[in-house]
């Protein structure tokens, strides 16, 4: 049987044009696929200096190798592209079905590129695509899009999409998939500046493997692995709308843009607490962890709030960063978000900076339409939102991203700008939880969690050692081990979840020959060696961006400033030794001083040809 590398789609905005080509087999052994082709294609296609929001950016819209096949946690999806608001590489992932669906009608990748003249949406089918006016959905909310192209296509329809915010350039702009979104970075603000409203899939669902029995077989196993671990029922019991009862007791909640590592009264916003306003759960294509959990206010000023979420982060982005133990509020700013398609993580650390330039003078009412930001109250959070996803008054500020709004606001407010690259902080402390941190310092796309996840600092895992999280230089191994692999696990855009319940690299290689037919995959040391290049591959991008070791630092605040965390260990802490920690990390990694992966390095990982763009950086 031939092998199956998966096919591009081609959408040229600008001319009109559509094309499909297939992945070249060097490519899909090397990259494999997912975030492994997504930066293969952007590295390869986008020359530096292009502007994140110029006609020149491409935005691709990846799918797994193992897509839509009924293995567990692998149909997600992802965006890659040059953020408008690092001016780095950006990788941003989203979930429910339209992963599945794209695999469906025939491709793993979408490369748009160009700017159309006029509002459009793309539509997919099993038998091409066409560029079609979107004129009547300009201006519409994420659920009215997805709604309005669906009654439009049919129910074997599959959207993503972007809102208002994505219409109005917002810099941390999310793209929307059912309540799902790739969050991170502003690729909707990149979708937004193309005109493009969404990308719709209507499709049957049939699928080409290269080995279907085998897969099925390893299917079963799969899902035998999953059956029998603690952390998938416990995830699927709560998603992770009860990590901060575990982050508020380690101390690592950021509470007042990031002063403190823990919430007074932090039982109020307990896991359990979320629970009493839970209706439903919801989940992305095959997959029975279903761990999105729906909530509802039933009484009080949110009276009517409806959300599919909020999750960890956004439950913490609604009330840490404003130190507010109003549940009703987080469900109405989480809603306010998807239906406005911003991005929940940026959004509320913005809001949070605003509140302490707030308390400190720099911010008065007259800047703040009259607005007052009084920690413990989320009202004014709420109005916040939409002035941000409207560009109205002190939105227009914020939708800049904290960096830039600092720059914009002067009189200091850049010292409680909290962001690593312009990209803000999660719900994470870094000074607290050091490995964490360090992965944020170094991660390709900024401060992001999910790039290189700590589980040894918040959950205590052992693989591949226990991490003293208070630590430094001393983590710089487990920092990679946890960047490179993701990385690995990214290339099958494989949830990140199912690391804790499920994930085991071997089985994922063995499933990806039965899937691609490419032996090499089925050696996960070759996997992990895969995860390794995709990461340095990413590094060069943004080296040839301009940046390097001078952009790798946590905010001034962990720096400078001991974390004060009420009753939980870790009080006084801070970040002393950033720059050892670089030194080690840069060595580990085969780079130099600098941070330049060194020609060594790269040819070693199959890399050569990109020695000549950063030799000298
Ligand atoms: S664990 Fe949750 S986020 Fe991950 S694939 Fe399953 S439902 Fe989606």
């Not at 049987?1 to 044009?17: D, F």
């Not at 940026?346 to 339409?369: R, V």
């Not at 790269?602 to 990109?610: N, Q």
Request: hydrophobic share 35%; with cysteine.
């Amino acid at each position: 049987m031939a092998v199956n590398t998966g096919k591009i789609l081609r959408v040229n905005l600008t001319m009109g044009e559509v094309a499909t080509e297939s992945v070249p087999e060097q490519i899909a052994e090397d990259f494999v696929g997912g975030r492994g082709y997504g930066i293969k294609y952007l590295y390869d296609e986008l020359p530096p200096n292009v502007d994140p929001l110029g006609a020149d950016n491409k935005l691709i819209l990846l799918t797994g190798p193992l897509a839509g096949t009924s293995a567990q946690a692998v149909s997600r999806w992802m965006v890659v592209t040059k953020s408008p608001l690092t001016g780095a590489f950006a990788r941003s992932v989203g979930g429910a079905d339209f992963g599945a669906w794209l695999k469906f009608a025939g491709y793993e990748m979408v490369i748009i590129d160009g700017k159309s003249d006029r509002p459009v949406y793309i539509h997919i089918t099993g038998e091409g695509c066409q560029i079609k006016d979107a004129a009547g959905l300009w201006g519409k909310e994420t659920k009215e899009t997805q709604e309005w192209l669906k009654q439009q296509h049919g129910n074997n329809t599959r959207v993503t999409c972007i809102g208002p915010a994505g219409e109005r350039l917002v810099k941390y702009a999310a793209i929307v998939s059912d309540r799902r979104t790739a969050g991170r970075c502003g690729t909707g603000t990149v979708m937004g500046s193309k005109n493009l409203k969404a990308v719709a899939v209507t499709a049957q669902r049939i699928l080409h493997l290269h080995d279907k029995e085998a897969y099925d077989r390893l299917v079963k196993e799969q899902v035998g692995i999953i059956r029998e671990s603690k952390g998938f029922e416990n995830h699927k019991e709560w998603g992770t709308t009860n990590t901060q009862n575990v982050t508020n007791s380690i101390g690592i909640y950021p509470v007042m843009n990031f002063r403190y590592g823990q919430q007074v009264d932090y039982d109020k916003i307990s896991g359990g607490e979320y629970r009493r306003f839970r209706t439903g759960e919801f989940g992305c294509y095959s997959c029975p962890a279903r761990c999105g959990k729906a909530h509802l206010v039933q009484s009080g000023p949110f009276k009517g709030a409806y959300s599919e979420g909020p999750e960890y982060e956004s439950i913490w982005a609604f009330t840490g960063s404003i130190d507010s133990t109003s549940i009703e509020a987080t469900i109405a700013a989480d809603q306010l978000c998807d239906d406005l398609g911003l991005d929940t993580i940026s959004a509320g650390s913005c809001i949070g900076f605003a509140y302490e330039l707030y308390e400190k003078g720099i911010l008065t009412k007259a800047d703040t339409d009259g607005l007052e930001l009084n920690y413990g109250d989320p009202t004014p959070m709420v109005e916040l939102i939409k002035k941000i996803a409207m560009r109205d008054g002190i939105g227009n500020i914020l939708a800049e991203g904290s960096r830039k709004a600092a720059a914009t606001i002067g009189k200091g407010a850049e010292k409680y700008a909290i962001h690593v690259k312009g990209l803000e902080l999660p719900a994470y402390e870094p000074r607290g939880s050091k490995t964490q941190g360090y992965n944020y310092v170094t991660s390709s796309i900024g401060a992001s969690h999910c790039y290189g996840y700590s589980g040894q600092d918040v959950f205590g895992a052992i693989e591949p050692r226990p991490s003293d999280r208070f630590a430094e230089e001393e983590n710089a191994d487990l920092v990679i081990f946890n960047q490179d692999g993701t990385a690995s696990r990214e290339t099958g855009i494989v949830c990140t979840f199912s690391s804790g319940w499920g994930w085991v690299p071997a089985l994922y290689g063995r499933m990806l020959v039965a899937a691609r037919g490419i032996e090499k995959l089925g050696d996960s040391d070759y996997l992990n060696k895969v995860g390794e290049r995709i990461f340095n591959l990413e590094r060069a991008f943004n080296i040839r961006q301009g940046l390097g070791r001078k952009d790798d630092t946590l905010p001034d605040r962990m720096l400078t400033e001991p974390l004060h965390t009420r009753e939980a260990p870790g009080e006084g802490q801070i970040v002393r030794r950033q720059e050892q920690f670089l030194d080690r990390y840069y060595e580990l990694r085969g780079w130099t001083k600098e941070g330049v992966p060194t020609s060594q390095k790269l040819e070693e990982l199959g890399l050569a040809d990109v020695v000549k763009d950063i030799s000298g950086k």
